[in-house]
C-alpha cells in the first residue's frame, strides 16, 4: 500500500487485541519499504565482502599436470609450512589468488582470517586508511594471512609504511597501538625485481618480500594444463548455470590447445563460458563449432605484454557487454568482476556503452 503525501510504499501489519476472548481493538505496525530495502542491501552486501575474504581453494582445486605446475605446487606447499612472507608473480589470469588460498589453507593460520585487498583498484590517496587506518585490512587479518594483490600499485608513501612493518617490527597506525600478527602474501603481474631496478619500485621492500618468490607460468607455457582445466571450468559452470553438459569433443580441445591464451585462465574460463551460450538446451557435449573462432592478429607481436593484455581485456569487455545487451550487472557477473571495477574499466579504456 501507499501513503503519505509522496506515495511511499509501506508494509502495514496489524494484530487484534483480545481480554478474555473480547476483542478490544488492534495494533498496526507500518513499515516503510525502502528502508527494509537498505537493510537488505546491507546484508546482501555484507555477505559479499565475508564472501570475498573467505579462501575457498586448497592446493587439490590447482589443475598441475605439467612439470611446470608442479614445481609451482611443490614450492608454494614448502612455503606454507613457513612463517615467511611470500611473493607470487604471473601474468593476469595466471591464478595467483588460488595460490594464495592454497597457501593460506595449508599453513598454521588456516582456522584464522584471510583477507585480501587489491591495490590496482585502491585510489592512491587511499591506500593508506585502507592498509594502516581505521578500517585497516591488517587489522581485519589480525593472527591469519593478508593478501595484498598489484602490490606493484603501491605508492611510495604506502611502500615505506609497509616497509617498516617488515623492517623495523613497527605498525605505522594512529588508530592502533599495538602490531597485528599478519603473515603476508604480495602479487604481481609485473617483475618487481626489474622494477626496483629503473627505480618504479622499491629495492629494500622488494628485497624483503622475495625471499620466497613463486613464478607462475603464463597458460601458453603449460598448454599439457589445458585439458583438465577445461573440464574444471566446465564443472564450474554446470553448477553456475545449472547445466548437465559432460565433456568437450577432441576436436574442440585442439582448438583450445593451438590458442596462445594471452589472458590466460581467465580468457579460458570467458571461451568456454562463451561456448555454452552457444549449446542447444538437449546439447551435452562441446564440440569446435560451440567454441567462437579466436583470431589471433599479427599485430599482437608487437607491443609489450601489459598492454597486449589491456587490449585482451578491452575486446573481451566489449564482447560480453554485447552478449548481456548492455546489462552491467549481469556483464560483471559473467566477468567475475563486482560492478564498480566493471565501471572502472569501461573508464579506464573509454568504453561508451
Not at 592454497?102 to 584471510?114: L, M, Q, T, V
Not at 625485481?193 to 607455457?221: A, C, D, M, W
Not at 580441445?253 to 551460450?277: C, F, P, T, V
Request: charge should be neutral.
Amino acid at each position: 500500500m501507499q501513503v503519505g503525501q509522496n506515495k511511499k510504499d509501506v508494509i502495514a501489519s496489524v494484530t487484534p487485541i483480545f481480554v478474555k476472548n473480547d476483542f478490544k481493538g488492534s495494533v498496526g505496525v507500518i513499515h516503510d519499504i525502502s528502508e527494509i530495502q537498505n537493510l537488505l542491501n546491507e546484508l546482501e552486501a555484507t555477505k559479499r565482502l565475508l564472501k570475498k575474504e573467505k579462501a575457498r581453494h586448497t592446493f587439490n582445486d590447482i589443475v598441475a599436470v605439467s612439470s611446470a605446475m608442479q614445481n609451482v605446487i611443490k614450492q608454494a606447499q614448502k612455503a606454507a609450512e613457513t612463517k615467511v612472507n611470500i611473493l607470487i608473480q604471473g601474468e593476469v589470469g595466471v591464478g595467483k589468488e588460488v595460490l594464495a588460498q592454497a597457501i593460506h589453507n595449508s599453513s598454521e593460520r588456516s582456522s584464522k582470517p584471510y583477507v585480501k585487498i587489491n591495490l590496482g583498484l585502491v585510489m592512491p590517496d587511499k591506500q593508506e586508511d585502507f592498509l594502516f587506518g581505521e578500517r585497516s585490512y591488517f587489522v581485519k587479518a589480525d593472527g591469519g594471512t593478508l593478501f595484498i594483490e598489484n602490490i606493484q600499485s603501491a605508492t611510495p608513501f604506502v611502500q615505506s609504511k609497509i616497509l617498516k612493518y617488515l623492517k623495523d617490527n613497527e605498525f605505522d597506525s594512529q588508530y592502533y597501538d599495538y602490531k597485528p600478527d599478519v603473515r603476508l602474501i604480495f602479487s604481481s603481474p609485473d617483475d618487481l625485481k626489474t622494477l626496483s631496478s629503473i627505480g618504479k619500485f622499491s629495492s629494500e621492500i622488494y628485497y624483503k618480500i622475495s625471499v620466497v618468490t613463486i613464478n607462475i607460468p603464463p597458460l601458453r607455457e603449460r598448454k599439457e594444463d589445458i585439458p583438465a582445466l577445461a573440464k574444471q571450468i566446465l564443472h564450474a559452470l554446470n553448477q553456475k548455470y545449472g547445466r548437465i553438459i559432460y565433456d568437450f569433443t577432441e576436436d574442440s580441445l585442439s582448438k583450445l590447445l593451438n590458442y596462445s591464451w594471452l589472458g590466460n585462465i581467465r580468457e579460458l574460463e570467458n571461451l568456454i563460458d562463451r561456448a555454452i551460450l552457444n549449446l542447444g538446451p538437449a546439447d551435452r557435449i562441446i564440440t569446435s563449432s560451440h567454441i567462437p573462432d579466436i583470431v589471433e592478429s599479427n599485430e599482437r607481436s608487437t607491443g609489450n605484454i601489459k598492454e597486449l593484455l589491456d587490449e585482451y581485456e578491452k575486446k573481451i569487455i566489449i564482447e560480453m557487454l554485447e552478449v548481456c545487451h548492455g546489462n552491467k550487472t549481469e556483464a560483471a557477473k559473467r566477468l567475475g568482476l563486482t560492478v564498480r571495477n566493471l565501471y572502472y574499466k569501461l573508464d579506464r579504456y573509454g568504453i561508451k556503452s
